[in-house]
């Protein structure tokens, strides 16, 4: 797997003039509740009521490799102890506190930990960490289980991130600076990067040439295009490509363990290693390597925390054209409950795995095929992305060093497209607003990350763990947005 896998870890904390058993009960409830529900989940012994306690608990869950933590405040628990459980601890880590059990146990048992919360908040601040809060963190041992499960995918976006490296070949094409990528950033986040020139992927591909593995990848690649082979001329090339990339970041992983690529695709590398990679881009896509075209960093690390998210394949779109006003009124209109500037057409040339796709050809791309010779764009995967339902996001750091993301949820309709490359018809409520004033507002660049399923629950609070302030989504009707012209 090309991202981490959770291991957490539950540590009760105790204010010493509560009882202890109080919250140590309360603990062993809501593991055994998430055991029922979830699986494993790692229950330390050690209740907390000082920082000797706080100590013992870290060395525990650290000599059990755990690396991901909840802290639970069984009762009101001590707040400098818990929260430097967390500033100590080097993984991500979340709060949250139990409810009262029984009216008919208000005096001994009743545990305050409602209180503890605020006091913890608090200290948090005060020390400059961050743990992840749920938007109630008050519960039951039913509820708390729920909690910790909706965690999970947050510490395993955290983890992985902090051990991932982006590999980028050559800088952007001219007239796509609207993929800035300004690199200080995901130094912040723990994130390494090495940009590599396209002259040094050239010489690797061709050291790659006649490699033994090739035919293996070939029959692969014919397996799983069936009928849709329309171009197998270009698969020996397809397949020297993909190992050329496998093996380069084998290679320069170097002390992490996660990789994405952002890709060139164009001006010179068609008339150059003739053919076009965007077959492969899906295809590392769906083995959890994300390639993003046109030396999109920021939306390969976008792809990438969709794919830890979701623990599925994602892909990476321009949000490209409007859907014609009579295409709309035969296919949409009366059938869905969507506007016409609620749908756009997700667009690109060929990049979306198999797997997502509702049926598919090996062709050559149009738009290159326009001032190229049409043998030096094969190797495009063409056609109409499955219908469900999707989550539309970037992370983006602005020319000037500031991360922004947003979030839409929407769904691609099943509508045919009748057009070329991978593509769908996109519906997402209150589309035309947001793309007015979040997408063009904020200065994002047309391409958006899509995953394939409603994450957005998720993917809102790992920008937030990351310490992203500024996170558009598209906000219903009657929610103005601060630019928005309430005369209009």
């Known amino acids: 797997m090309n991202y981490a896998k959770e291991k957490i870890a539950i540590v009760a904390v105790s204010r010493d003039c509560f009882p202890m058993t109080l919250s140590e009960t309360r603990r062993k409830a809501v593991v055994a509740a998430y055991q029922k529900k979830y699986g494993e989940i790692y229950e330390c012994p050690v209740c907390i009521e000082n920082e000797k306690d706080m100590l013992k608990a870290l060395a525990d869950v650290n000599a059990h490799e ?12 001590p707040e400098s102890s818990e929260t430097l459980l967390v500033k100590n601890f080097n993984g991500p880590a979340m709060l949250i506190a139990a409810a009262e059990d029984s009216g008919n146990d208000m005096l001994d048992g009743r545990g305050d930990a409602y209180c503890g919360v605020l006091n913890a908040s608090y200290n948090l601040a005060l020390r400059n960490l961050y743990a992840y809060i749920p938007e109630y963190p008050v519960g039951d041992p039913e509820d708390c289980a729920d909690m910790i499960n909706d965690f999970r995918p947050i510490a395993r976006a955290i983890i992985s991130l902090r051990k991932l490296k982006v590999f980028s070949f050559g800088p952007r094409p001219q007239d796509f600076l609207a993929c800035n990528a300004p690199i200080k950033r995901l130094y912040d986040l723990g994130i390494e990067i090495q940009e590599n020139s396209e002259l040094d992927l050239f010489e690797s591909f061709n050291n790659h040439k006649g490699d033994a593995r090739i035919p293996a990848i070939v029959k692969e690649m014919e397996s ?13 090339s397809l397949a020297q490509y993909e ?35 965007c077959y492969v881009n899906g295809r590392l896509a769906a083995k959890g390597i994300p390639v993003s075209c046109e030396v999109d960093i920021w939306g390969a690390v976008s792809e990438y ?3 830890v998210v979701s623990e599925d394949t994602v892909t990476l779109l321009d949000i490209n054209n409007s859907v014609p006003k009579d295409m709309f009124k035969e296919n949409i209109e009366g059938k869905f409950n969507y506007t016409l500037k609620d749908t756009f057409m997700g667009f690109h040339c060929g990049n979306t795995a198999v797997g997502k796709l509702s049926f598919c050809e090996m062709k050559y791309q149009k738009i290159m095929a326009r001032t190229l010779p049409v043998e030096f764009t094969n190797g495009t995967l063409e056609g109409d992305i499955i219908p469900g339902e999707i989550t539309c996001y970037r992370l983006q750091s602005t020319a000037d060093c500031k991360l922004r993301a947003y979030i839409a949820q929407g769904e691609v309709l099943p509508v045919a497209t009748r057009s070329f490359g991978a593509i769908g018809i996109f519906a997402i409520p209150e589309m035309g607003r947001f793309y007015r004033h979040v997408l063009i507002e904020k200065n994002y660049p047309h391409h958006g990350a899509v995953a394939f399923g409603n994450h957005g629950k998720a993917l809102y609070e790992i920008f937030k763990y990351l310490g992203v302030t500024e996170i558009g989504f598209n906000q219903p009707k009657g929610m103005l947005y601060p630019t928005e012209n309430p005369f209009a």
């Open 224 to 236: 799983e295009l069936g009928c849709g082979n329309k171009k197998p001329e270009v698969l020996e």
């Open 305 to 307: 925390i969709g794919t």
């Open 66 to 77: 755990c690396n991901a933590l909840v802290v639970y405040l069984g009762n009101f628990g």
């Open 243 to 277: 190992l050329t990339l496998t093996d380069w970041v084998e290679k320069n992983l170097g002390e992490r363990e996660y990789a994405v690529i952002a890709g060139k695709c164009w001006p010179a590398f068609q008339t150059q290693f003739h053919f076009v990679p």
